[in-house]
Nanobody, 124 residues
Framework: QVQVVESGGGFAQAGASLILSCVAS????????MGWFRQAPGAEREFVAAIVWSGVGTYYADSVKGRFTISKNNAKNSLYLQMAALKPEDTAVYYCAAANGPMWYPITTPPDYWGQGTQVTVSS
């Protein structure tokens, strides 16, 4: 089992930046990837970004490419999402996730482990 806990959500104005953090614990040696998903009110949960945990590789949704940056610190079992040039449509609950395999397209299987989510609200 892997546990993940997010932090760093909050309020921001359009154009501002926020950083989300996530710490993983438990059987992290089995993790292949970690990433971020988000769910806006009335919408389905959607993929945002992911990273290969014990290797190289980052993946982004088209809607955040060029604005968001995912990074990791393996020694600290930590994952980060730097969000810049925020837009009101980025408003959502952001979830940290960990998986024993890939979590990006064309994989559609949901990640194995989820955090409880952190709210990000962007005002115009």
């Amino acid at each position: 089992q892997v546990q993940v806990v997010e932090s760093g959500g909050g309020f921001a104005q359009a154009g501002a930046s926020l950083i989300l953090s996530c710490v993983a614990s438990g059987r992290t040696s089995n993790m292949y990837s970690m990433g971020w998903f988000r769910q806006a009110p009335g919408a389905e949960r959607e993929f945002v970004a992911a990273i290969v945990w014990s290797g190289v590789g980052t993946y982004y949704a088209d809607s955040v490419k060029g604005r968001f940056t995912i990074s990791k610190n393996n020694a600290k079992n930590s994952l980060y999402l730097q969000m810049a040039a925020l837009k009101p449509e980025d408003t959502a609950v952001y979830y940290c996730a960990a998986a024993n395999g890939p979590m990006w397209y064309p994989i559609t299987t949901p990640p194995d482990y989820w955090g409880q989510g952190t709210q990000v609200t962007v005002s115009s």
